[in-house]
């Protein structure tokens, strides 16, 4: 069935970059998304990318696809504390979720 | 934007009784809402997609006669969790898609409700 894998855990600096890394196995997913959860919140959707491109930038958020690999990554330029969240890869029209990425900013 | 709205936010029962948690997408009609459920520090698993009008798809181990969802309008959907017991204590996210737009299958997500089961 389909699978999506993350990290647990990413620990950055603030203004530092952070990069978030997801694996799937579902190649026929036209749309691959990132959503942010907040502690006790739903989920937001932060960006997606359209399975036929390679990259995908949106302000201080870069998304890259390597279909090949199966692997999707998301770089938060700048972080900032607010940034701390949960992070969801997600693929599919009926989302299948990876277990989510913890990001900490450290001030 | 398009906003989901649930309600209870959160909500205590005691076991053996049952707890409706509501659905609403606020400014645009939802053809298609599913339900999450969220273990802590875990990922959100489907549970079953409900379609205005007609009866839900529940995923593969989910008891519809436990979880009943109830679609009845573009706007509404229901999740009643039946005799709850304290395993069924989890947070509960609803979603919902546009009937109109999206291009890219957005889900509009809900700011979920926490049931806790004593």
Redesign the interface.
Known sequence: GEDVEQSLFLSVREGDSSVINCTYTDSSS??L?W?KQEP??????LT?I?SNMDMKQDQRLTVLLNKKDKHLSLRIADTQTGDSAIY?CAEG????????TRLSVIA | GAV?S?HPSWVICKSGTSVKIECRSLDFQATTM?WYRQFPK???M?MA?SNEGSKATYEQGVEKDKFLINHASLTLSTLTVTSAHPEDSSFY?C?ARDRGLAP?????????T?LTVL
């Open positions: 036209t749309y998304y959503y006790g919140a739903g989920l937001q959707l997606y359209f969801f029209s009926t989302l299948v979720f990876g277990k989510g | 989901v649930q599913f875990q990922s959100l489907l997609t996210i979603s890219h299958n957005e889900q509009f997500f809900g700011p979920g926490r």
